[in-house]
């Protein structure tokens, strides 16, 4: 894809996550690597109004928080840069304040294996990482942390991550995460779910690793 029609692309998949009601406001923010450079949905803008001349341009490997563009970037930067730094199997990283997982992120509460469809963020559990205020290093930090061997988490107090190896595996990842969390929410108000075993778990993932639904 040429870096015009990916710049699109991020502004549909924004103005698509709104949409749908993944996300709120301008509250969320989106990523892709192109070649060595993120390209980042800017600062406080709302999607409708979003251009592709907009999207902020950042070194992935150059100097720490440099960037190119009429905008700024968002002030999440730090955990998308680190993100696709620390990670070469992602090239997109979807944030976004999505209900049910803001919900749980609110709470504290990691979701557990209530459904085989967990296996696809690589493991038997979703993490919360642990809190920090927006756009910072220590944010940015904890994010890896809680995405160690997983390709989402969520953010405590915040909203959650999704990853995936292009824009759209990250989204559909996005708006899955945000399935299980409404599930989970769920299945607490009726006496809390039956968790799956963690061989069960594995078993899922490796079977889907076949089919390409395996990211990490």
């Not at 969320?28 to 251009?51: C, H, K, W």
């Not at 390709?151 to 999704?162: E, F, K, P």
């Not at 990842?173 to 299945?187: C, D, F, I, N």
């Amino acid at each position: 894809m040429r870096e015009t029609e990916l710049r699109q692309s991020i502004i549909d998949h924004c103005r698509g996550m709104n949409a749908s009601g993944l996300n709120q406001g301008t509250s969320g923010n989106i990523s892709v690597r192109f070649g060595e450079q993120m390209l980042l949905t800017p600062s406080a803008i709302p999607y409708a109004d979003m251009t592709p001349d907009m999207i902020v341009s950042m070194p992935i490997h150059g100097e720490y928080g440099a960037w190119e563009g009429p905008k700024k970037p968002s002030t999440e930067w730090p955990f998308h840069l680190d993100i696709l730094r620390a990670r070469p199997e992602v090239n997109a990283v979807v944030h976004t304040h999505a209900m049910f997982s803001t919900i749980l992120s609110i709470a504290r509460k990691p979701i557990p294996a209530v459904h085989y469809m967990i296996a696809a963020f690589g493991g038997p559990d979703i993490r919360v990482s642990d809190y920090a205020r927006y756009g910072t290093k220590a944010l940015s930090d904890n994010v890896i942390a809680g995405l160690e061997g997983r390709s989402a988490c969520l953010l405590a107090n915040h909203g959650m991550i999704a990853t995936g190896s292009s824009l759209e595996k990250a989204m559909w990842a996005a708006v899955e995460l945000e399935t299980l969390a409404k599930q989970y929410y769920h299945s607490l108000l009726i006496g809390g779910p039956v968790l799956l075993s963690d061989a069960e778990i594995e078993g899922v993932r490796l079977s889907f690793a076949n089919y390409g639904l395996q990211e990490t």
